[in-house]
């Protein structure tokens, strides 16, 4: 078996061991600890990670990970799970989306990789700044050991479950029968998950919002190790349901990668959509005008083009309009604000729709 140390954590076949990557130091004397498990089974196989909580009030994938990185784990593996609970443990503790030291996205701040032409340096890049300290390690630590990687979030309050298929960007012709292939695998390895796949944003979107740069779209684009986000429904609190079958789909991911026996299971725990088209992440609908906004579908509900989403109104009660937000496209709602408020332009929803645009794709030259 392949002899993996990760901080202080060192793997032992057929167990279950911890430890920790040193982080950063504070300012007050402590060191910012980032923690490790690591899975090992008796048998030779990929090494698989699994990441969580680089928001720290998305808090499912860590309740997946205690569910499933056990010690009757490592007695059926072949290869290694090695698992970071939470990759941002001072959002955690403080139950916010970003580091208490740094204000930025941290799921925006793996390194740019193959972007780094792309990305325009004021200057300052060979300064990281504080979190950027934590996702150089932890992007070294995936490019020494990791042929897989599933990095878990919550999408909102009102969302459902569903998988994140990110767009593969490859830089010149000689890349592209090799991006191809990577794709391929990709996209075989989400589907096995067994719940709702969306396509990410189209190209332009995905490089503007540097969605290279989160934690599975830098490690599938930049280090070109099959690598998704799954988003767990909703953020904030614990859902039994969601805990339970979003377990059974890491292990049929698992089994995918031929790490597991046994044949995939379907998701039942929660209702899972199954489109017959491929579908993308689109924020819909938008308001033109400012508003009050009342929900008459649900997270996961199927609509189509002119129907009714939401009820809209002034702040006495009166319809604005003709009353309704309508959809302009069929589809999923995926997740719904949870904002009665709403201004001009603002989108109440994101919906998957179906998706048009390629999945691998050449970078754009600037
Ligand atoms: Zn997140």
């Known amino acids: 078996m392949k002899a993996i140390k990760i901080g202080s954590a060192k793997s032992e076949p057929g167990k279950l061991t911890y430890g920790f990557i040193d982080g950063i130091e504070l300012p007050t004397g402590i060191i910012e600890k980032i923690p490790v498990m690591i899975a090992q089974g008796l048998k030779d196989g990929p090494t698989f990670f699994l990441t969580a909580n680089v928001h720290g009030f998305e808090l499912t994938g860590v309740a997946v990970i205690h569910e499933l990185v056990t010690e009757q784990l490592a007695q ?7 698992a970071i609970p939470t990759l941002n443990p001072s ?11 740094d204000d930025r996205d941290p799921n925006r701040l793996f390194p740019e990789g193959k972007f780094k032409e792309k990305d325009s340096d004021n200057g300052d890049k060979e300064y990281p700044k504080l979190y950027e ?28 479950p569903y998988a994140i298929l990110d767009r593969l960007f490859y830089k010149d012709e000689s890349e592209k029968e090799a991006a191809e292939k990577l794709f391929k695998q990709q996209k075989e390895m989400v589907d096995s998950f067994g719940m709702l796949v969306c396509a990410e944003f189209p190209a332009n979107k995905y490089l503007k919002m540097k969605l290279h740069r989160s934690v599975s779209g830098s490690t599938f684009n930049s280090l070109g190790i099959p690598a998704f986000t799954a988003e767990l429904g909703e953020n904030r609190f614990l859902v039994p349901e969601v805990i339970t079958g979003s377990v059974k789909g890491t292990r049929n991911v698992l089994k995918w ?16 959509p199954k489109p017959t088209e491929r579908v993308r992440r689109f924020d819909h ?20 083009k002119g129907q009714p989403i939401a009820k809209f109104t002034d702040i006495v009660g009166r319809p604005l309009d003709d009353g309704y937000i309508r959809t302009e496209y069929d589809g999923y709602m995926v997740s719904l604000q949870t904002k009665m408020t709403v201004y001009p332009n603002d989108t109440i929803a994101e919906m998957g729709i179906k998706d048009e645009y390629p999945l691998v794709v050449p970078l754009p030259s600037k």
Not at 91 to 101: D, L, V
Not at 136 to 158: C, P, R, T
Not at 257 to 272: C, K, N, R, W, Y
């Open 76 to 82: 059926e593996l072949k290869g290694t799970v090695i």
């Open 133 to 160: 300290h934590i996702t150089n390690k932890i992007f070294s630590i995936f490019e020494k050991y990791a042929d897989y990687h599933i990095d878990f979030h919550n999408h909102s309050l009102l969302s459902i």
């Open 257 to 272: 990668a031929g790490m597991l026996d046994g044949s995939i299971e379907q998701i039942t725990e929660f209702p899972v």
């Open 91 to 101: 959002a955690f503790r403080k139950y916010h989306h970003k580091a208490e030291y």
């Open 285 to 304: 609908p938008r308001v033109k005008r400012s508003g009050i906004v009342r929900f008459i579908v649900k997270a996961g509900d199927y609509v189509t």
